[in-house]
């Protein structure tokens, strides 16, 4: 059953439509390019809810193809919406047969539909839970016969606090590629990013806030990621002057261009599920500072592999900030144990391992 093949399963990614996509999918791409085998399936099918530009780096992968479920996401109500994604997928179902495991990606919540109707049809389900997700009670009676993979022990409580069986949840973290460390040269101006979909409890606020407590003034902020929020987005925005502090916008390369920065902020005021930008960032030698909550805490330990600074609080980022500026060996000490942390935990080729390992079990168990 170890080495068992695949001949058909089936993974559903809900990313938003266009170009843009997060971590979840990102994380999918991964580990379909970076497996160690790569012939573990016959026929892989990714189903994207809406279209979206990353489809074709999907199909590029050997034996990968995939599918739009919806054209669009705007729909006249909501209710017509689900009612047109329940739909649409049924008769997804019903034309692509024989799927040995459907494979929900991202989290309960928006894979829901998939869930519902594949047990309906009698299919095994695999979730991966990467953020948090309200289970109904509905959903939970669906949720009896389904694995599910959290990103983190903070996603795993989550899930039991609500009345999940612990049993059904195994907790698997993210995984990244992980290459050379290369020699970083010291620069005379210090380059500062922060990584993430622009949405209120992603906190960029505060990293912006964190500027003014600076008493360093070689220092330049970086923003990137999508506007989710653009109220929120706008609270801040005349804050960006090209100078002090930068927004980048939406870079589908980010992950290539991180070794550029110096530092590598996460500044979460809700705790995080995960925070894949901090495992990115340690794989390519960027010291890492991120809030004191949620899955950064289960991936650095303080002082030792990375900084955590107390949630919300600008004034005590600027001091961790100040600190990696005006300690030099602390630098290279995090740098290397955060490389060194990546290399043994987050290792996508082992997280890949791991998911085949209960995509198996799931599919072909009884």
């Given at each position: 059953m170890s080495n068992k093949k695949?001949?058909?399963i089936l993974f559903i990614d809900p990313s938003p439509s266009k170009k843009h996509y997060g971590g979840s999918t990102i994380s999918l791409l991964q580990m379909l390019k970076y497996n160690e085998n790569p012939s573990w399936a016959s026929e892989i099918i990714v189903l994207f809810l809406y279209p979206n530009e990353i489809h074709k780096e999907f199909s590029k992968i050997k034996?990968?193809?995939?599918?739009?479920?919806l054209k669009s996401q705007k729909y006249l109500s909501n209710f017509y919406h689900r009612i047109k994604k329940y739909l649409s997928f049924f008769l997804f179902l019903l034309k692509n047969q024989n799927f040995e495991l459907i494979v929900v990606n991202s989290r309960i919540g928006s894979g829901r539909f998939a869930i519902i109707i594949g047990r309906l049809l009698g299919l095994r389900v695999v979730v991966h839970e990467r953020l948090q997700s309200n289970i109904s009670l509905l959903t939970k009676f669906f949720l009896k016969s389904v694995k599910i993979v959290a990103v983190s022990n903070h996603i795993k409580k989550n899930l039991t606090d609500q009345g999940v069986k612990s049993s059904s949840i195994q907790t698997i973290y993210n995984g990244v590629k992980v290459c050379d460390l290369i020699e970083r040269k010291k620069r005379n101006i210090y380059k500062v990013i922060m990584v993430g979909n622009i949405v209120e409890w992603k906190g960029q606020h505060i990293f912006i806030d964190s500027y003014?407590?600076?008493?360093?003034?070689?220092?330049k902020y970086f923003i990137a990621g999508n506007i989710h929020d653009q109220k929120y987005f706008n609270s801040f925005s005349n804050k960006f002057d090209n100078n002090k502090i930068t927004f980048l916008g939406f870079e589908s390369q980010i992950i290539k261009n991180l070794s550029k920065y110096d530092i590598l902020v996460h500044a979460s005021q809700t705790p995080e599920p995960f925070g894949r930008s901090i495992i990115e960032a340690m794989s390519v030698g960027v010291p890492v500072i991120a809030s004191d909550a949620g899955g950064p805490k289960e991936i650095i330990t303080d002082m030792e592999d990375g900084l955590l600074f107390k949630?919300?609080?600008a004034k005590h980022l600027s001091s961790k900030i100040e600190l990696l500026i005006n300690d030099y060996n602390l630098t290279e000490k995090l740098i290397f144990k955060g490389y060194e942390n990546v290399k043994n935990n987050f290792n996508?080729?082992?997280?890949?391992k791991n998911y085949l390992k209960i995509y198996r079990e799931s599919a072909f168990i009884l």
């Open positions: 695949f001949k058909k034996n990968v193809q995939t599918f739009v479920l003014k407590y600076l008493k360093s003034k070689n220092v949630r919300k609080s996508i080729r082992n997280t890949s």
